[in-house]
């Protein structure tokens, strides 16, 4: 009976470290979960945490956006120029185009000018070879024939011819004409000679003549009625 008495005590103390280690065990089961716990912990304070920025940094970087934005308004203001600076060129070769066909056209103009210079040059020589002609014809017939002829022209070729003659020759002529034919020649020779109205309205005015003038003699007056 007395070797139980000896056992018990034995099994307390065993049973007694046994607890102690399973506490021991829990202690630092609890331990390490608590360090696992901190350390996440401080991981997500780290995630979390507002990150320190460098104010040089964002200077840097606000100086590169502000370049940034000045090297593209100077590209759209170098784009803008280039666009005006073609359609100013196309501007010009629009007008170039159209001053050459103008040059082109007055020198078209020129040349037709001075064709139709030349042609009426050349007609006008032509009828002054005529005139001379008819003139040299009429000059060479005998009076009467030439003035039987001179009542049935025209005025258009008589006047010319007649005041291209010579005056001891277009008088025989004149007096054999008939009469009426002869004073209307006469007034148109005389009013081939006379200067042209424009030349004559631009005249000075006559001075009227003094009161104490002598009146015109009868044969100027006759002769002013008669006119």
Avoid: C, H
């Avoid at 018990?8 to 331990?31: N, Q, S």
């Avoid at 007055?106 to 020589?125: E, M, S, V």
């Amino acid at each position: 009976m007395r070797p139980v008495p000896r056992l018990l005590p034995a099994v307390i103390v065993v049973g007694l470290a046994l607890l102690g280690l399973k506490g021991e065990g829990f202690v630092r089961a609890a331990w390490a979960q608590e360090q696992k716990g901190a350390e996440a912990s401080d991981v997500l304070a780290k995630d979390t945490a507002p990150v320190a920025t460098d104010p040089a940094t964002d200077d840097a970087k606000s100086d590169s956006a502000a370049e940034v934005d000045v090297l593209a308004s100077l590209a759209k203001r170098r784009a803008a120029l280039d666009t005006r600076e073609a359609d100013v060129q196309m501007r010009e070769q629009v007008l170039a185009a159209a001053e050459a066909r103008i040059d082109s056209k007055i020198a078209t103009l020129k040349q037709l000018q001075d064709q139709i210079t030349a042609l009426l040059g050349q007609r006008d020589d032509a009828e002054k070879a005529q005139l001379a002609s008819l003139v040299k014809t009429y000059s060479a017939m005998k009076p009467k024939d030439a003035a039987r002829i001179f009542n049935t022209l025209s005025d258009d070729v008589l006047v010319p011819v007649a005041q291209a003659m010579k005056s001891d020759v277009l008088a025989p002529i004149l007096a054999g004409m008939n009469s009426d034919s002869a004073q209307k020649l006469t007034m148109k020779l005389a009013n081939r000679v006379r200067l042209p109205e424009t030349v004559a309205a631009a005249a000075p005015a006559a001075q009227p003549a003094p009161p104490n003038a002598a009146p015109p003699a009868a044969g100027q007056a006759t002769a002013k009625a008669d006119k």
